[in-house]
């Protein structure tokens, strides 16, 4: 009974929470990742377990989507092809600001096995588009992938919103200063 008296009464006990906007806004946002799954291998099968009952990937907040205009990141999982390379960084293109990547797998990490004679296999995702979090291992247990998702969460708890505006807009001079 007693965190119930807490929610009747918040002000006993320490019921206020006092925070910058910015800190509320971040805590808000790491907590409710929507995600578009890419997956290309083997670490696809081992992702379907992540979504699976024992693993749960929505107790942190992530819920698919099939639209990248509707996702927050992106999960690349398994080995990239060249002629897959095209699509990813296009359905990368077609996020909203802002936006994250995570690359599950050796695969998608640096090529995996098939770097060194496969003519035909990207090596690493991160050579087109730009990586947040890599996850390592072939394939990697859902435990590291949700590792991996913690790691993307802290990331976005600690980026500065506001001053993201200032920071564009003082590259843009910059850009035109060169231009001119």
């Known amino acids: 009974m007693g965190l119930l008296n807490k929610l009747d009464d918040p002000y006993y006990g320490g019921g206020i929470i006092l925070g910058k906007v910015e800190d509320i806004l971040n805590w808000g946002r790491s907590k409710s ?12 099968i081992e992702f379907m377990a992540v979504n699976a009952s024992h ?75 730009p990586v947040d979090v890599y996850v390592p291992g072939c394939p990697p247990r859902p435990e590291a992938l949700e590792e991996g998702m913690m790691r993307l969460q802290e990331k976005i708890n600690k980026q500065a919103i506001f001053n993201k505006r200032k920071r564009i807009a003082e590259e843009e001079q910059k850009e035109l200063l060169i231009t001119n």
Not at 60 to 73: E, K, L, V
């Open 33 to 44: 990742d929507w995600y578009l799954q890419f997956g290309l291998a083997c670490c696809a």
């Open 55 to 129: 693993f749960d990937f929505m107790r942190f907040g992530c819920i698919p989507r099939t639209s990248p205009r509707q996702a927050d990141f992106i999960i690349i999982s398994g080995t990239v092809t060249f002629k897959m390379a095209e699509r990813i960084k296009k359905l990368y293109e077609q996020m909203a600001e802002p936006k994250y990547v995570i690359s599950m797998g050796s695969c998608a990490n640096s090529g995996g096995p098939y770097w060194e004679h496969g003519y035909h296999v990207l090596k690493g995702v991160d050579r087109i588009i």
